[in-house]
């Protein structure tokens, strides 16, 4: 079962809430790419894009789509006023030197510790681990954009990932279809359920011990 069209664009909307005036964010390939589509105009962000511009704006509108501007996963981009372009060394020093607010990830398996394992599937074909290790150890925030779980039912929030991670003990916050979840040093912290589920709903569909305080939106 995919994820409806719906689903994906309220897991971006509820994270762009994420985001504050002046932040610098990174925004990673999949559902992460619909977050910028909900920055309210009152808010200014910089887009970071590892393939060497600050400053990226929405899709292009069709037929308008400049060949030179692509983001890093290959998708026409555009750019806003005040936009800079760098080589991919120096996108990837202002990622190790900690410069990146918030990197917004999809993700296969979160841990209850917050490791993170994006980047591959035993047996299928990827395209590389791209920036994911670099944004998930170094930016200030690390939020997950996931389903909660997977095409068979199983939860892709787990006590132990089984596949090999991206990074240790890097995420911060998870946004699926669900739930919001906080990744504290006590474990997992239940921050808001969405409609139409359940708090016990979200339990039975989470592989790792949740915290459920005693208000949640």
Not at 56 to 81: F, K, R, W, Y
Not at 156 to 162: D, N, Q, T, Y
Not at 182 to 209: C, F, M, R, W
Request: hydrophobic fraction near 45%.
């Amino acid at each position: 079962m995919g994820m409806g069209v719906n689903v994906r664009e309220a897991i971006a909307k509820r994270a762009a809430e994420e985001i504050k005036d002046g932040m610098v964010v990174n925004l990673g390939i999949g559902i992460p790419t619909l977050v910028a589509n909900y920055i309210p105009p009152n808010i200014n962000v910089m887009f970071h894009a590892e393939n060497g511009v600050l400053g990226t704006g929405p899709a292009p509108l069709t037929g308008e789509e400049d060949a030179n501007l692509c983001n890093a996963g290959g998708i026409p981009m555009t750019v806003v006023p005040g936009a800079s372009y760098f080589d991919s060394t120096m996108a990837f020093g202002i990622i190790r030197r900690g410069l990146l607010d918030v990197t917004i990830l999809g993700a296969f398996e979160v841990s209850e510790k917050g490791d993170l394992a994006n980047w591959i599937v035993p047996g299928k074909i990827v395209s590389g681990m791209g920036g994911a290790v670099d944004l998930a150890q170094k930016a200030k925030k690390v939020i997950v954009l996931m389903n909660h779980t997977d095409k068979y039912g199983n939860s892709k929030i787990v006590r132990e990932c089984s596949l090999p991670l991206t990074a240790e003990k890097c995420v911060n916050l998870i946004i699926t279809d669900m739930a919001v979840i906080e990744i504290t040093n006590e474990g997992l912290q239940l921050i808001e359920v969405k409609e139409p589920y359940s708090v016990d709903e979200v339990i039975k569909a989470t592989g790792a011990p949740l915290h459920v305080p005693d208000y949640v939106k």
